[in-house]
Every structure is written in C-alpha cells, then in structure tokens.
C-alpha cells in the first residue's frame, strides 16, 4: 500500500549500509501504518518492537560511521536519533493501549523521517562525497 513510507532516491546518504538502516525504519512504519489501518494491534506491537530494535541498531551503526570519519555535526544526528527513539515509545504505548491515536503518531514520524532525511541530512551526504572524493573515506 502507499502510505508516506516510501523510499526515494534523493533519501540516499551515499552509504549503502546507512541507507539500508533507513530503508528497514520505513518498511516497518509502513507495516505498521498498515496494521493499524486493519486494527490489528498485536501486529502492530510485533512491528513497533521490530522497529525500536532495528532503530537502535541502526543508530549505532551511523554513530560508529560518523565517529571514524570524524564527522562535525554528531551530537545534532544523535539528537535526532533519539527524539525518534523516545517517539517509538510512545508510539508502542499508544499501540499497547490500543489508542486511536496510534495513526497519528505513525505518520507524524513518517513525516519527520522523509523531512529530515531530505533536508536535515544534507551537511551529512556532502561530508560523506566530500571524503569519498579525497579516499578517506573509512
């Protein structure tokens, strides 16, 4: 189904792995959209736990990247990953009490995810083709 989780091209980081951390976050949103459209909140909760592991996961992954390659504006990506972190939380509460607004909250952080991948991570991909384009990138 279409829902706002869909991956595009421009959402790239020019790191495959990074990119695929990203991509996992949106399949499982979309699963979850898409759960709670049927109302089926035990699915929704499998999913949602499914996320928060895989969003830590990836955070590490990037925050391991980022420090190798001594990238300058880490603490306002670790800011983000965990505002993202403590909204998956509440969104398994809201899931777990099978709150009608469960809905809202998945797509607000659809949202949040596309704009700050589109925008928010621009000062990341010139620093990841900057270091690339000088082979150091590690």
């Known amino acids: 189904s279409m829902n706002a989780c869909t991956w595009l091209p421009g959402m790239s980081v020019g790191v495959a792995d990074l990119d695929e951390g990203h991509k996992a976050l949106f399949v499982f949103l979309g699963r979850i959209i898409d759960a709670l459209d049927q109302r089926s909140f035990e699915d929704a909760e499998v999913l949602c736990r499914a996320l928060i592991a895989t969003g830590s996961e990836h955070a590490a992954e990037e925050e391991a990247f980022l420090r190798r390659n001594g990238y300058p504006g880490l603490d306002r990506i670790a800011e983000v990953q965990k505002t993202l972190a403590s909204r998956c939380q509440q969104l398994l509460t809201l899931i777990r009490e099978r709150s009608g607004d469960a809905r809202k909250v998945a797509d607000k952080m659809a949202g949040e ?26």
Do not use: A, H
Request: hydrophobic content about 40%; overall charge positive; cysteine-free.
């Open 113 to 138: 995810l596309v704009e700050y991948l589109l925008r928010g991570d621009i000062n990341f991909k010139s620093f990841v083709q900057e270091m690339r384009d000088l082979g150091r990138l590690k």
